[in-house]
């Protein structure tokens, strides 16, 4: 089944509230008291809804395998969890998520019935959802769309404004004192109403809000922590790792020298640069575990990453850079088993060895130099990323014979022909 865009959108705000219902529910069984959960004001939480769409696009590609399903299921579920639990840990210095008190198994059983849930929503109640949507006018959807985005904006800029305000985190736990000290240091009635509001809700959502378990950044060293300048460095630099070990296997296993960059320029394996981001976020909280969590973690992380990945280019760019159709115990050709089982055991290297030492390096540069490198090597990448998307789009398109019909689509016919393409991804193929 193919998406629109304004589908995918849709989609993702309807399991956001969907998601967010389910949680207002198991907290009016469990405490008997409504609260509006989630990161915004709005019946909304993105998490569920980005987990719906993973699988909305992914699950289809699985069907007659039911085990892998789950299994896929369990993981984007686990992850996504996961990453959103860092996000807020790092915007409200608390953790808000619902979890399991208790003993480890009782998470894992969280996680697992969450899981189980997302899979039988999507098999079995999204086909219902879908089929009403599409009778819906294609226009009126991408208006409430629109609408519904743009109040999130607001919203989130609402959030934002308020933990500026309150920096040091205790308002979560002292809604009355922020409120005070808010409207004493905010000038204007409006800015402390809305801090007010914002922390109070909080304040009734999670009573029992955690503290950090994890280091804070700070202390005016550079990237101190587990934080984004850090792991924009981790991506960048497994990025090129990952391009130099791919083209060295290329040239013993093949014979010849093959381009695995995944941008235009720079060698850089994107595939690998993130999969570094997601193993250090997900797994770096394992790190005195006993390697066997770190292995079994990473393999089941690292396969259904990389089945995502080859979903997504499929998806979005109509192309292939891999397929593993012709080995043993493959999943759609998008994974298998032994890749995985090397996923596992360069989660283990990472985390046990070469992140906590590359952590170390990153830490020693010089604060203010480093913080205006990121950002110009920041700005570079995003363009990077942008003129390849571009000539990716304008390559599908040319062997479709679609002529090129703006500035930027000429600029890149003339500059990116279809050798120059197929040179820079020689293993690309079209859908």
């Not at 013993?252 to 941008?263: D, I, L, N």
């Not at 193993?279 to 393999?299: I, K, Q, S």
Request: aromatic fraction near 14%.
């Amino acid at each position: 089944m193919e998406y629109t865009y304004t589908e995918l959108i849709t989609c993702l705000l309807l399991y956001g509230f969907l998601g967010w219902l389910i949680e207002v529910v198991v907290v009016v069984v469990k405490d008997r008291v409504f609260s509006n959960r989630g990161f915004f004001d709005l019946p909304i939480c993105p998490k569920y809804g980005i987990m719906a769409v993973l699988l909305m696009v992914s699950l289809p590609t699985l069907a007659g395998h039911i085990i892998s399903q789950y299994i896929l299921a369990l993981v984007v579920v686990s992850v996504t969890d996961s990453l959103a639990d860092d996000l807020t840990r790092r915007t409200w210095r608390r953790k808000l998520t619902l979890q399991a008190r208790g003993a480890e198994w009782r998470r894992l059983l969280l996680f697992m019935a969450k899981a189980l849930t997302a899979m039988l929503v999507v098999l079995l109640l999204h086909p219902f959802l879908y089929t009403f949507l599409s009778l819906l006018p294609a226009r009126l959807l991408r208006i409430v769309d629109v609408v519904i985005l743009g109040i999130l904006a607001a919203d989130l800029a609402g959030v934002l404004y308020a933990v500026s305000k309150s920096r040091d985190g205790a308002a979560l736990a002292h809604a009355e004192e922020v409120q005070q000290s808010e409207q004493s240091a905010v000038q204007g009635k409006l800015g402390a109403a809305i801090c007010s509001a914002i922390w109070k809700r909080l304040a009734r959502a999670y009573p029992d809000a955690e503290e950090p378990h994890w280091q804070e950044e700070g202390g005016g060293a550079f990237a101190k922590g587990v934080c984004l300048d850090k792991l924009f460095w981790v991506f960048i630099l497994c990025a090129f790792l990952g391009d130099l070990i791919e083209t060295v296997f290329c040239r013993f296993s093949a014979g010849y020298w093959m381009s695995r960059s995944s941008v235009l320029y720079g060698a850089f394996s994107v595939v690998w640069g993130f999969g570094a981001v997601v193993l250090t976020m997900v797994l770096h909280p394992l790190a005195d575990r006993e390697d066997r969590y770190v292995f079994l973690g990473g393999a089941f992380i690292g396969g259904a990453y990389e089945y995502l990945c080859s979903v997504f280019t499929e998806y979005v760019f109509g192309t292939v850079f891999w397929d593993y159709s012709d080995m043993p115990f493959n999943i759609g050709g998008r994974t298998n088993l032994l890749f995985c089982i090397f996923w596992g055991l360069l989660a283990v290297v990472w985390i046990k060895n070469l992140y906590p030492v590359l952590s170390g390096w990153i830490e020693r540069l010089p604060a203010l130099y480093a913080k205006v490198v990121t950002w110009a090597v920041v700005v570079l990448m995003i363009a990077d990323a942008l003129l390849t998307g571009a000539v990716m789009v304008r390559y599908v398109e040319r062997t479709a014979d679609l002529p090129a019909d703006s500035v930027l689509e000429t600029f890149i016919d003339d500059n990116y022909s279809d050798e120059f393409v197929e040179e820079r991804w020689p293993n690309m193929k079209l859908t």
